[in-house]
């Protein structure tokens, strides 16, 4: 399904099966033998999605290609290197003090139930009408209940949701801490920096902003993942990234957040492998995206 300014879709089409993906490889984070987080919300979500291909990975259901390097190990090992870094971002702003969360295209994310927030703590979740409804319901079916407070903000990132999320109870004069996780290659360059001008201008001194990124998103058309996607069709994946992200010359994120004010700091996934005791990859699709950034940032008045 071919991107478009006005497009629509839920968790089981378009961008919004990324989240159901993304669900799929949180839940192989979670099962694998190197248990790199703890999520048993994202297998559930995924099996109530209904995705056949999602639904026979977690369940671990799919035989891919012999000795082929994509495996449910490794895509464990990507989204639990991943999932830990947001996970410790809110972690690490909550226990200095920050006591408002918010969760951009939240997704299937839920940190909101996993989590064990400081008392006091607010939980923002913003995302589309029909994505927020499907993971509350069915959260609920699983007598899962929210470790701290949970407001959820229904509503389109492409509209006003900075009106949605005040009127939430969103206090734009108190410290913030903010994720963008998997969100970015979705925005057009002009809306990614108007992401950050509208968290910037939301944000009181001390807060807290975490996302990842990859400035050259040609990666995603070149051979090394053409190859991986032909993989992947070959066992029953119908999504294909490629085809969702916006491509197109991007502003610098380190550079556009440090004008803005920011302190920035960044580390490359391969950073993050090595801090959870793994190996990075050395095929040739591993080494495309070895630049792979994660960045966290701050106003003022609070540390990086």
Same mark, same amino acid.
């Given at each position: ?58 369940? $671990? ?14 895509? $464990? ?128 001194? $001390? ?58 700091? $960044? ?38």
């Amino acid at each position: 399904m071919t991107r478009s300014d006005s497009d629509s879709w839920d968790l089981a089409s378009s961008v919004g099966a990324t989240a159901t993906m993304v669900a799929a490889q949180r839940a192989l984070a979670t099962t694998g033998p190197d248990k790199l987080i703890n999520d048993p919300f994202a297998a559930p979500l995924v099996r109530a999605v209904g995705i056949d291909f999602f639904t026979r990975m977690v369940d $671990g259901d799919i035989a891919f290609p012999e000795g082929d390097d994509f495996d449910p190990v490794r895509m $464990g090992h990507g989204m639990g290197v991943r999932t830990r870094f947001f996970d410790e971002h809110f972690e690490s702003a909550t226990q200095g003090g920050i006591r408002q969360a918010v969760i951009l295209a939240a997704g299937l994310d839920a940190r909101a139930y996993r989590l064990a927030w400081p008392a006091g703590t607010v939980v923002y979740e913003v995302d589309l009408p029909q994505v927020i409804d499907f993971k509350t319901t069915t959260l609920a079916g699983l007598g899962a209940e929210p470790t701290t407070e949970r407001r959820t903000v229904a509503v389109d990132l492409r509209d006003d949701w900075p009106a949605a999320l005040r009127a939430a109870g969103f206090d734009p004069q108190a410290p913030t801490v903010w994720s963008a996780e998997g969100l970015l290659v979705y925005l057009q360059p002009d809306d990614q920096d108007a992401l950050f001008d509208t968290i910037t201008g939301l944000s009181a001194p $001390g807060s807290r902003l975490a996302c990842e990124f990859i400035q050259d998103t040609t990666v995603f058309s070149g051979p090394e993942w053409r190859e991986h996607r032909e993989k992947l069709q070959s066992i029953g994946c119908e999504v294909e990234i490629g085809e969702l992200i916006y491509h197109g010359e991007r502003n610098h994120i380190v550079d556009y957040l440090t004008a803005a004010g920011w302190t920035v700091s $960044g580390r490359q996934v391969t950073e993050l492998y090595a801090e959870a005791g793994l190996e990075y990859g050395d095929d040739p699709l591993a080494v495309a995206f070895g630049d792979l950034t994660y960045l966290s940032a701050a106003l003022p008045g609070s540390s990086v």
